[in-house]
């Protein structure tokens, strides 16, 4: 990732804090509208997922420009997602919903150049995980 990628991500990100109960609602009411088939993989009440998947974001996003500090947690997740039944292919659907909510949250300022360094973070942060949790299984 550049440096400019990073910053409209950590920016963009700064925005969605304020409303990250909201953000986290819409996000797993898209991910369960385009994948129903893994519903079965959460727990039933989900206020502590969104506080989690939340805390996560925030910790990914503002570790950005220190990928080597936040790399051995995310593989640890992209290992401990495999525990919980997720498979490679989530990873796509979990994005799109995760872009869904960005576009959301963000509205206007969700653009064309925000939405590419966003892209660009979630491969790199997803192929980590996708990458570890395979190592796992193997």
């Known amino acids: 990732m550049t440096l400019q990628q990073i910053v409209l991500v950590q920016q963009s990100f700064v925005k969605v804090e304020p409303i990250a109960g909201p953000a986290a609602d819409i996000f797993y009411k898209r991910l369960f509208e ?80 925000t939405s590419a360094a966003w892209s660009e973070a979630y491969g790199l942060l997803s192929g980590a995980m996708i990458a570890a949790g395979q190592e796992a299984a193997a």
């Open 34 to 113: 385009i994948a129903p088939q893994v519903r079965p993989l959460f727990p039933d009440d989900m206020k502590e997922q969104k506080r989690k998947l939340m805390t996560m974001l925030g910790v990914a996003v503002n570790g950005l420009n220190r990928l080597d500090t936040i790399l051995p947690a995310v593989q640890e997740l992209g290992r401990r997602h495999i525990g919980y039944g997720a498979q490679p292919e989530h990873y796509s659907v979990v994005g799109e919903a995760l872009f869904f909510t960005l576009g959301q949250g963000l509205g206007d300022d969700f653009d064309e150049e």
